[in-house]
């Protein structure tokens, strides 16, 4: 077969490559290259493939709590899900990828309708000449920590059992690594060796970020009020093989025309009920201009065994809100006052004037005319700020040594939305009907549901308070012959604007900040400054990983309203407190089987980190619990493995500790043991046991208005079992 | 190239790429966390090429056109209603099977269905995913076999099986339409369509000892919330304690294991089977108990609160003496099945059951069956009216109204007492993709909630009477209460039926090679608990006359007739129905012949079958009349006689079995007579009788290939 013969004179070709370039290359590049071969490898067949993944089994969750609650004890999913990646290549350049889910919920026992095909990417994607690569319709957009970036959750030596889990969540959002997903179209130049230039890159992007709706129909969320766009560009110069610069340029709008196409939903209290306001629409304008620079040292003096690098970015960004409004336009020139003789009582009268071929007249109206009208707000502007500096050492066969120093300033107003959208938002998956209020962060990363179900009233629109869907709006969804498919999953792939991170990042019940406390949105969080150190090494040729991490960083400007205080010295003064962060990790994971020699994997890994979020001196923000956050996290895992056919993860990982106002106290645990077999290349039988759990203390009111701790306990012992063969 | 040297390439290749990957290994210290290809991304990648072993497509296509007149003497909703239904189709099953010859190959069947218009649909065709599994065999003469997701199996008539219709001496032309509308849920071979894992072991030891095993895991129901009309659920009303929709988890385990001994001529067996509901998922959602639609109609929905377990256990044990004896050209075997029931509601309610079956067939073909054959196969049968196994028990055919349904709207669900229910259609009609129309749809802006988007009118659903689900006690009752006599038989749950003891004789000979079949067959059956009596006969003839002469090379002219008699005589059906049958195939050339079909079914019944089990609440035939519609008080409807009868005859086009293009045209002619009980306005009770008259007009084209 033609394949299988393609594959083969590749693989020569990938060994010939790895060995030769060994010796200019960095190991991550070479990755790199290695990954674009085997992805080149699965796009050189020609015509029309199939790839993916099909998975069957099921996963159950009981619940016990110390409180009692009313919903269902056991949830249960059992299915089969696939993943198909059709792939088309009708150039030897170019190719189309088309993926769609298909799920398929075990149940026997009534007909259901037409189980759907979920479609959620499509690409056309190529290169021209070679030197340009473009992607059209969805991709994977990567540029620099300032402007186009998505912050994974990064959780030092997390045991591999975990990993997993959360990989496979992150997935169900296409989601990997640290690539944003854009839609529109991406194109790339690179010129590749140029005289003493050893390349210069031209990159532009140009996308749709947001869409109207099309209709009246509003039985779902995804869509916006506005229409809203990006463009952007990089140029960059390498040269002597390590020395890189760089210019970057990205900006978010919306379309005012376009936007104003649909009333939306506002209301009159967002106006003051003076103003007959229809329809309240926010705009937002953000621009950002950054410059980069990296110098390899290592690559100029290519010597391979030391490392020195030093890597910066400089940002401006510039941001806006403006209001529009549907409302009466007060400003009407047709408008009279009309006095009543006998009275003595005033009104106002409007008019608009209708034209004829030959004359104007005018006609008498009840109300005035409505016009948009649109109030510019405020230009915010800042500036960021990073600097990396690697340095290592490592002797062959032997140690290895790495330190990777990061500054960080990074202005409070710093605005940058391709860099500043949150992958991770958090909220519940397991048992949600029991009604139990539960807050678990492993249970959002681990964790995800996937299920078609007929969509009917009860499951999808408003209730009243027996359960039943009010005649009213809500009741016209009369259908259970369509099946939509639902999930839950605290992952997300979308961008948001700026003014709805600052309203997510207030919703501490929902947004959950336990863990990348310091930095959610990488070098890009905006209000801070100071250091991150990360050390990394490696002993007995990498039998013994040692890593570290301390960052100690602090607000740029208080993020809180200025009040009067009493200083260390006594005296009243008007400011407002800043917020310090200090965060502290240490890693170790020890190769068993390479220390001794031994073919069958054992390798045991842990963990532990704390991450702390204080306010300066001021006594009534240091005498104040919920001001003081402090988790704690502490994993252990351990893997044992018999060649590659069987392996046995177990992982065991606590959080303890308070991250936002909602929560006094939260310390949770899960554990998870997974035996994996491998069926075939690509086929595995996964079976798995551990539990969660969760002692709380959550802050009520009581009937005098105090606060008061309320303390509750949960567990769920989790069981699942699958199947899955990858093709 | 050969399946051999693919695989042998198949694995030089990768191990090259394994070496690459290792090198890089090595020297992988370097990699800081930073948005690198990690190493076990890259080994990822590298395994998902290993995987790659090809993919089989298969298609089978199906399109029918069919177009179905009806002109009835009395119609309850007046005239205003569509006389005419049309049915058109073009049904694809893409089915990929990747890694085909691999030890674990997955399936996924994509249905892409287009209705015959290009008007409003054209931009939104329907996909769907109607099978898709994992399979896996351990072993090059496979002793192991599993499958995950969609799998089918059947262990023995008592205990995981799906009984299906039969009807006897039908005419190709008529089985034909059956085919194609079991074919939609993928039944057939009396096997048990689930969801879940299946396990199957079989191995022989020699002459002495060839175990096998199956193990079966399976996900019945899970807790969701139906929409109150309850089409979504079954096409069928509800009455008290019938669950419509599930709000608890359903599960059943099964193990089935034969010992087969002597060369596998005898052998002894059993079964576990455990159907449970898991209380602890149990998730309550209040539904409506008014629809907000039509405020004569209830919802029918209730919640099924209380868990039900069902557990059946069975023995058996076979010998085929003819085998032992080595006798080529003699049948002679007997097997026998024990199974006992347990049935218990969480406490509430409580039963035990048993059922027993004997089978014996005794044949004698010299010669291969050369110049005849004769082969004669008897069932004794004794369930007791406890005995419930729903994998069993489920029934695949539940007659529901399927072409012109809109001229009685929502009453479709009522299956056999709806006023225009015909057995020839609820056997042979279907519909994949019917979209009612409601008079609600307005392209009006959306005001007070009853416009617009009343879309479950308007969104398509599937009209079929096969199912292949499996019920509940109670949901498995009302369907038996709602059964065709005439179709289903003394046996409507097969073998499995409760409250049944008797005995079924079969025999067929043969004469030139098959060309000449005679066949016949009698049911003697009574209750176990009451005073219910069962009989059918039935005699038929199939004789292909080209066959007789020899040398037909593909070609053919076949003839058939056939007669059943069935008597019923019991609380829910009594009375006797007859058929008449015959069939005519002629192809005069390999690919291309002429078909046609008759069928008569004459029903009379003795004893009013009454309506009753729905309760005062709701009658259904308050609608066969607008006169007593308007009364609006009903009591107790019952249906009397009936008259059936079809035709239809066409051209085809053969290219194998289950494969053809056909054209045929043909009538059904339907006179049923229903009486009614209803107070008058004195308050008195009166009977009135209506007899309703229809004829329908078929115009049918349809092709079927599978490749």
Redesign the interface.
């Known amino acids: 077969m033609n394949i299988v013969r393609t594959i083969n004179i590749i693989s020569v070709l990938l060994v010939a490559m790895a060995t030769t370039v060994a010796a200019e290359t960095s190991i991550s590049e070479k990755r790199k290259q290695m990954a674009q071969r085997l992805d080149s490898l699965e796009n050189a067949q020609p015509g029309v493939s199939f790839s993916g993944e099909i998975k069957g089994g099921f996963e159950s969750s009981d619940l016990q709590s110390s409180v009692q609650f009313e919903g269902p004890a056991s949830q249960v999913s059992a299915a089969s899900q696939a993943d198909l990646r059709i792939t088309a290549r009708p150039t030897s350049d170019t190719r189309i990828h088309a993926d769609l889910r298909m799920h398929q919920d075990w149940q026997k026992g009534y007909q259901e309708g037409p189980n759907p095909v979920l479609f959620n990417w499509l690409s056309f994607e190529g290169q021209i000449y070679e030197k340009t690569k473009f992607e059209l319709g969805d991709f994977r957009a990567y540029g620099t920590p300032l402007t186009i970036h998505s912050q994974e959750v990064s959780l030092m030596q997390e045991p591999e059992v975990f990993t997993q889990k959360r990989k496979e969540a992150m997935a169900v959002r296409k989601l990997q690594g640290e690539e944003r997903l854009l839609q529109g179209l991406q194109a790339d130049y690179n010129s590749l060796q140029m005289g003493f230039i050893d390349n210069i890159q031209v990159k532009g992007n140009l996308t749709r970020l947001r869409n109207l709706p099309k209709s009246e129909n509003k039985l779902f969320w995804d869509f916006d009020e506005v229409d809203r766009y990006n463009y952007g560009a990089r140029v960059a110069v390498t040269i002597m093989r390590g020395l890189q610069m760089g210019v970057n340029y990205q900006t978010m709008f919306d379309r005012v025309k376009s936007s104003r196409n649909f009333l939306g939903t506002g209301t009159d209290a967002d106006q003051g009920a003076a103003i007959d306001n229809y329809a309240l629409k926010e705009y937002e304008y953000n621009t950002v201009l950054s410059v980069d620079v990296g110098a390899n040292t290592g690559k100029v003096i290519r010597n391979n065994n030391i490392i020195f690098t030093v890597d910066a970015e400089y940002a401006m960004s510039q941001y806006r809100m403006d209001l529009d409004t549907f409302a009466n336009n007060l400003n009407t020139p047709f408008q009279y006052t009309v006095i009543d003789t006998a009275t003595g009582d005033t009104s106002v009268q409007y008019y608009e004037l209708v034209e004829h071929h030959n004359r104007v007249d005018t006609v008498l109206k009840s109300s005035p005319e409505k016009t948009w009208q649109k109030a510019v707000g405020d230009e915010l502007s800042a500036n960021a700020l990073w600097a990396d500096v690697t340095l290592g050492y490592r002797m062959p066969k032997a140690f290895s040594v790495a330190f990777v120093v990061t500054y960080l300033d990074v202005g409070k107003n710093f605005t940058s939305e391709l860099a500043q959208s949150a992958s991770y938002v958090g909220g519940g998956i397991l048992n949600v009907e029991s009604g139990l209020s539960m807050h678990s962060t492993f249970e959002s990363m681990y964790k995800n549901i996937y299920r078609t179900q007929p969509l009917t009233r009860q499951n999808s629109m408003v209730n009243d308070n027996w359960g039943r869907v009010e005649s009213s709006y809500e009741s016209y969804l009369y259908n259970n012959y369509i099946r939509k498919q639902y999930l839950r999953n605290a992952y997300t792939n979308g961008t948001m604007t700026p003014y709805e991170r600052s309203l997510m990042e207030g919703a501490t019940n929902f947004y959950d900040r336990r863990v990348d406390i310091a930095l959610p949105y990488g070098k890009a969080t905006p209000n801070r400054k100071g250091l991150d150190v990360a050390f990394n090494s490696t002993a007995l040729d990498n039998a013994i990983e040692v890593q570290g991490r301390y960052a100690a960083l602090e607000e740029k400007e208080s993020g809180e309203i200025q009040t009067l205080f009493l200083n260390n010295y006594g005296q009243v003064i008007l400011d407002a407190p800043m917020v310090q962060y200090t965060e502290m990790e240490a890693g170790l994971a020890v190769h068993v089987h390479s220390i001794l020699g031994w073919e069958h994997p054992v390798v045991i890994n842990g963990a532990w980190g704390e991450s702390k979020k204080s306010h300066d001196v001021y006594a009534p923000f240091a005498a104040d619990p919920a001001r003081e956050y402090k988790v704690t996290r502490n994993s252990i895992g351990l893997k044992l493995g018999y060649k590659d056919r069987i392996a046995l993860l177990s992982g065991y990982q606590t959080l303890k500790g308070v991250a936002d106002y909602a929560l006094y106290q939260n310390n949770e645990e899960i554990f998870a043991t997974a035996l994996q077999i491998k069926i075939a290349a690509g086929s595995y039988l996964t079976l798995e046991k551990g539990f969660l759990k969760s002692d709380m203390q959550i802050a009520t009111v009581d009937e005098a208005g105090a606060v008061v701790p309320f303390t509750y306990d949960y567990k769920r012992d989790l069981t699942s079992a699958s199947i899955s063969v990858m093709f | ?1 050969s399946k051999r040297n ?1 695989r042998k ?2 694995v ?3 191990k ?2 394994v ?3 290792a ?2 290994a090595a ?13 076990k ?2 080994e990822q ?11 089989d497509i298969t298609l089978d296509v199906k399109s029918e056109y069919l177009n179905a007149r009806m002109d009835p003497t009395q119609s309850p909703r007046g005239d205003s209603t569509f006389n005419k239904e049309n049915v058109g189709f073009t049904q694809l099953d893409l089915g ?1 099977v ?2 085909p010859w ?5 399936k ?1 069947i ?2 892409l ?1 287009s209705d015959y218009q290009v008007f409003f649909n054209a931009g939104a065709k ?5 099978w ?3 399979d ?1 065999k351990v072993g090059n003469a496979p002793w192991l076999v599993y499958n ?3 799998f089918r199996q059947k262990f023995s008539p008592l205990t995981l099986y799906s009984h299906e219709i039969a009807v006897p001496n039908e005419a190709e032309i008529f089985a034909r339409q059956r085919y194609m509308a079991m074919d939609q849920l993928f039944l057939g071979d009396n096997d048990r ?5 299946n396990v199957s072991f079989s191995k022989s030891f020699g002459e002495y000892f060839s175990p096998k095993a199956d193990l079966i895991a ?12 309850g ?4 096409l069928i009303p509800n009455k008290e304690g019938t669950g ?1 929709n ?1 709000n608890m ?2 599960f059943a385990m099964g193990l089935n294991t034969d010992l087969f001994t002597l060369n596998e001529n005898v052998f002894i067996g059993g079964t576990y089977l455990s159907n449970f509901d ?1 209380k ?4 309550d ?4 108990t008014i629809d ?2 039509d405020e004569y109609r209830s919802v029918f929905v209730d919640q099924d609160t209380i868990p039900e377990n069902v557990t059946v256990s069975s023995f058996r044990a076979g010998v085929d003496i003819a085998g032992l004896l080595k006798l080529k050209s003699l049948s002679l075997d007997l097997t026998a099945e024990l199974a006992n029931s347990k049935w218990d509601l969480n406490g509430v309610d409580q039963e035990d059951g048993g059922a027993m079956l004997l089978d014996a067939n005794i044949g004698f073909s010299p010669n291969d069956g050369k110049l005849f054959g004769i082969h004669l196969n008897t069932k004794f049968v004794n369930n007791d009216e406890h005995f419930f196994n729903p994998l069993a028990q489920s029934p695949s055919f539940v007659p529901t109204r399927i072409m012109n349904s809109d001229k009685d709207a929502s009453w479709v669900k009522y299956g056999v007492f709806g006023s225009y229910y015909s057995a020839f259609d609820a056997i042979s009609h279907y519909s994949p ?1 019917f979209s009612p129309a409601s008079a609600n749809l307005v392209p009006a ?2 005001y ?10 308007i ?4 009209k079929n009477s096969y ?6 006690n109670d949901e498995i009752n009302l369907m038996r209460s709602l059964r065709d006599p005439a179709v289903q038989g003394a046996m409507d749950l097969g073998l499995a039926t409760p409250n049944r003891t008797g005995f079924i004789l079969d025999g067929v000979i043969g004469l030139f090679e098959n060309s000449v079949e005679l066949a016949g067959s009698a049911l003697q059956m009574k209750e176990v608990q009451g005073d219910g009596k069962y009989s059918e006969i039935s005699g038929g003839l199939r004789a292909d006359v080209l066959g007789i002469l020899g040398n037909a090379n593909g070609k053919k002219l076949e003839l058939l007739g056939g007669y059943t008699l069935i008597n019923q005589d019991d609380l829910v059906a009594n009375g006797e129905f007859s058929w008449i049958n015959f069939g005519f195939n002629w192809r005069f050339h390999p690919r291309v012949g002429i078909q046609a079909g008759y069928q008569q079914l004459n029903q009379q019944y003795w004893d009013a079958r009454k309506y009753t089990v729905l309760g005062e609440s709701v009658n259904p035939f308050v609608y066969l009349s607008n006169d007593i519609y308007q009364a609006e008080v009903h009591r107790t409807t019952w249906f009397d006689e009936g008259e059936s009868k079809r035709w239809l005859v066409g051209m085809e086009y053969y290219l194998g079995k289950n494969a053809w293009v056909a054209l045929n045209y043909g009538q059904e002619l339907v006179e049923n007579t229903y009486n009614i009980e209803f107070q008058q306005e004195s308050g008195t009770y009166a009977i009135k009788q209506f007899v309703h008259q229809f004829d329908k007009n078929l115009i049918e084209a349809s092709i079927s290939v599978e490749f």
Do not use: C
């Open positions: 190239m693919i390439t198949g030089n290749m990768p090259r790429i070496l690459t990957v090198l890089l020297q992988a210290v370097w990699a800081l966390p930073s948005q690198d290809v990690s190493q991304e890259l990648k590298m395994e998902r090429l290993e995987a790659k072993r090809g993919v990929f990747f890694r691999e030890q674990t190959s997955a996924i994509l249905r269905a329907q996909i769907s995913i109607p898709m599994s994992i896996g995950v997701g969609d369509l689930l969801q879940g894992a399976t996900s019945l129901r899970r807790p969701e919330y139906l929409d109150g009309d089409a979504g659920g079954f419509l599930s988890h359903k898991t602890s998922s149990r998730t959602v209040p539904i409506d907000p639609v993709k802006e959306l007070n909630g009853t416009q617009m988007t009343e879309s479950y009118h969104a398509p659903y599937s199912r292949n689900g499996v019920y509940e």
